[in-house]
Each structure stands twice: as structure tokens, then as C-alpha cells.
Nanobody, 126 residues
Framework: QWQLVESGGGLVQPGGSLRLSCAAS????????IGWFRQAPGEEPEGISC????????FFNETVKGRFTVSRDSAKDTVYLQMNSLKAEDTGLYYC???????????????????WGQGTRVIVSS
């Protein structure tokens, strides 16, 4: 069964950092683009970032540029979302999602992705 599993969420104070992980089960991430989405309570998922694992190209939502980075550990077949300088508005349920090939020009749309994880919760609060 093909699955994505996120981990690394938690409670962090404003200004702090967290690193989220996205691991695949049943398939390899090598030929996919991985998107990260954030869903605040009562809102639709918002595209945060996308990384094309074929060529390493990355895309970010303007609200997280300069604070978040995305990377991949090929040996562990895991994608990471490093989140620094966290703000209260970064609070939400974070999902990773996979689509074949490269990040599309509409990478921020949930409908672009085929496989989704169950999410990991991030709470930024003092």
C-alpha cells in the first residue's frame, strides 16, 4: 500500500524552529514532486512548498519565503520541511503530498497531488 507519513510536528514558541519529515511507504519518492500544505482550523489547505525530486527545484509560498526550506535525504528517501522563525499564523495541520514528475506551475493547488499523508500538527504559541 502506498503511503506518505509525516512526522515532526509539535508545540513551539514563536521564533522557534521545527523540522517536519515526509517518508514514503510502498514506493520511492525519487520520481515524484512533494508538496507541503498547511491547513488552519476551518480553512482549506494552503500550499506551502513544493520540491521536484528529479531536478531539485523548489517553490515556496510568499508567506514562508526566507523562513522555510525544503530538502531531501536520498538515502532515507525522506523529504524535510525546515521551519524557522515560526509565527503564530504558521499553526496548523501540515500535510505532505506527492505527484508524479515535477512541481507544476499550480503546485500550490491540492488537486495537483495524488497521494497524501495523514498530517502532523504544528502549534506555534507562547
Amino acid at each position: 500500500q502506498w503511503q506518505l507519513v509525516e512526522s515532526g510536528g509539535g508545540l513551539v514558541q514563536p521564533g522557534g524552529s521545527l523540522r517536519l519529515s515526509c517518508a514514503a511507504s510502498g514506493f520511492t519518492l525519487e520520481y515524484y514532486a512533494i508538496g507541503w500544505f498547511r491547513q488552519a482550523p476551518g480553512e482549506e489547505p494552503e500550499g506551502i512548498s513544493c520540491i521536484s525530486l528529479n531536478d531539485g527545484s523548489t517553490f515556496f509560498n510568499e508567506t514562508v519565503k526566507g523562513r522555510f526550506t525544503v530538502s531531501r535525504d536520498s538515502a532515507k528517501d525522506t523529504v524535510y520541511l525546515q521551519m524557522n522563525s515560526l509565527k503564530a499564523e504558521d499553526t496548523g495541520l501540515y500535510y505532505c503530498a506527492a505527484t508524479g514528475g515535477l512541481c507544476s506551475w499550480q503546485w500550490y493547488r491540492p488537486g495537483e497531488y495524488r497521494f497524501w499523508g495523514q498530517g502532523t500538527r504544528v502549534i506555534v504559541s507562547s
